[in-house]
């Protein structure tokens, strides 16, 4: 049981490139959540998708789009990316009925030069 | 609408003494609380939650969380620091059943342990 993973755990990118980052979770969570943390900022949730093929805009979603075509999979992407879209990337996962607790991926460190 | 606040973005005690780690929270409706902690370059891992039972929430490596109405806090508190304890720790609210179950976040804070 792996859990929820994030692929890749590494990137940089140029500016006005664009990249995809994938979540997977292998709990059959209903509840999958994109969150960015900047040094000072905690955790800002950026998407989130309360089932497969449904999808939503959290606190800060500008410059991010996101897809659930699959229940384990939930992928951001950065259509041209930016310089202020450097950070690192959680996805968090959780079941439809429980007390809340969301399970956390291992990030993702993307730099935008 | 429901946030949070961590007083204090650094802490730093020595090994044996006591953790305090202090958040107070605003919310509309009754409180879900949850405090995460991150270790260097890791996802965060939940520490404890309280979801409206007992008021003092036990959670796992001896750390504990006293949810207080009066005060609206819910402090992290262990007795005797360890060197492995030293991490960054977040307190986040829920918006309890709603539609999305969001949680919100505190900006967190950087437990340092001198030995």
């Known amino acids: 049981n792996a859990g929820v993973t994030q692929t890749p755990k590494f990137r940089v990118l140029k500016t006005g490139q664009s990249m995809t980052l994938l979540c997977a979770q292998d709990m059959n969570h209903e509840y999958m959540y994109w969150y960015r943390q900047d040094p000072g900022m905690g955790l800002r949730l950026i998407h989130y998708?309360?089932?497969?093929?449904?999808?939503a805009k959290g606190e800060v979603p500008d410059g991010y789009n996101v897809s659930r075509l699959k229940k384990q999979n939930f992928l951001l992407g950065l259509e041209s990316a930016a310089p202020s879209q450097t950070s690192v990337y959680f996805c968090?996962?959780?079941?439809?009925?429980?007390?809340?607790?969301?399970?956390f991926g291992p990030g993702t460190r993307l730099t935008v030069l | 609408a429901q946030s949070v606040t961590q007083l204090g973005s650094h802490v730093s005690v020595s090994e044996g003494a006591l953790v305090l780690l202090r958040c107070n929270y605003s919310?509309?409706?009754?409180?879900?609380l949850f405090w995460y902690v991150q270790y260097p370059n890791q996802g965060l891992q939940l520490l404890l939650k309280?979801?409206?039972?007992?008021?003092l929430v036990k959670g796992i490596n001896g750390f504990e969380a006293e949810f207080k109405k009066s005060e609206t806090s819910f402090h992290l508190t262990k007795p005797s620091a360890h060197m492995s304890d030293a991490a960054e720790y977040f307190c986040a609210v829920s918006d309890r059943g709603g539609a999305t179950n969001k949680l919100i976040f505190g900006t967190g804070t950087l437990l340092a342990v001198q030995p």
């Open positions: 919310s509309s409706v009754p409180p879900y």
């Open positions: 309280y979801t409206s039972a007992a008021t």
């Open positions: 998708s309360v089932g497969e093929g449904t999808t």
């Open positions: 968090a996962s959780r079941e439809a009925v429980s007390t809340d607790t969301q399970y």
